[in-house]
């Protein structure tokens, strides 16, 4: 039931030894891992590693940092890799504020655009969201009939309690193993109906592998640290983000 929702599978950091890193991953007990694609070129690749291992599933989207490409075309896009049940999510989209790599107003219009396809198409989306809480917030709360997942979360507790009040979702990194971590609160304050577990790999590598690159084996530090803080065994912890994870992201339990 051990589940990385969130991998950049597809990137090239993982180019010369991927087939490992997922041995490595079944070996360390992982049922399932999520695969980010974040970029058209991404999104297709991450299709592709899911149709050729059924322990893999794949997202779909634009990330904010690209939200300078979204376009009539991009719509078009993303609606047809959605009719494949294996893209089981939009995203990651979202805001990011801290670099601005693309125009605000750009980021915005793609985080809308796929929030209103996601909510057509009856996906969940993958939130990443920096120094835009507010914002965030808001533009979730215009689309109340989409289930978010805020993604690494490392944002303040306004935006986790607007996100808890409407039911959604909150995945932790291996964050929360660092020694700046500061928002044991956030882990603590979110039901555990709603808590998932995640790499996002290549990045964040948890403690004890901090500086390295990272890969799905390793969201078992993860949950070691989010049992503790929870004070509960890791087994238990695994089994419910496990459930949620099957949940969200509706991953059938025949795979
Ligand atoms: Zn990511």
């Not at 929702?5 to 490595?24: F, M, S």
């Not at 299709?47 to 794949?58: F, K, N, Q, Y």
């Not at 993958?126 to 689309?143: G, S, T």
Request: include cysteine.
């Amino acid at each position: 039931m051990l589940i990385d929702t969130h991998c950049h599978l597809a990137d090239p950091a993982y180019e010369p030894d991927r087939q490992q890193v997922l041995d490595r991953a079944w070996a360390a007990g992982l049922s399932r891992v999520v695969v980010i694609g974040e970029s058209p070129t991404r999104a297709e690749s991450a299709l592709e590693l899911a149709r050729s291992e059924p322990r893999l599933v794949a997202t779909a989207g634009i990330h904010p940092h690209d939200a300078r490409d979204w376009s009539a075309s991009s719509e078009t896009w993303l609606r047809g890799m959605l009719r494949d049940p294996r893209v089981v999510a939009v995203g990651e989209t979202g805001l990011d504020f801290h670099y601005d790599h693309s125009p605000r107003p750009a980021q915005r219009q793609a985080f809308e655009s796929q929030l209103a396809i996601a909510a057509d198409t009856g996906r969940p989306v993958v939130i990443h969201a920096r120094e835009a809480d507010e914002e965030v917030a808001a533009i979730l709360a215009n689309h109340p009939a989409v289930t978010a997942i805020l993604h690494s979360f490392s944002s303040g507790m306004g935006l986790l309690r607007a996100g808890l009040v409407h039911r959604h979702y909150v995945s932790f990194s291996g964050m929360v193993t660092f020694k700046n971590w500061r928002l044991d609160e956030a882990i603590r304050e979110t039901p555990l109906d709603r808590l998932l577990l995640e790499t996002d790999g290549p990045y964040l590598a948890p403690v004890p592998h901090r500086g390295q690159r990272n890969e799905p084996a390793f969201v078992a530090h993860v949950a070691a640290r989010l049992a503790a803080v929870r004070g509960i065994s890791v087994d238990e912890l695994i089994a419910v983000t496990g459930r949620n994870a099957k949940q969200v992201f509706s991953l059938l339990t025949s795979h």
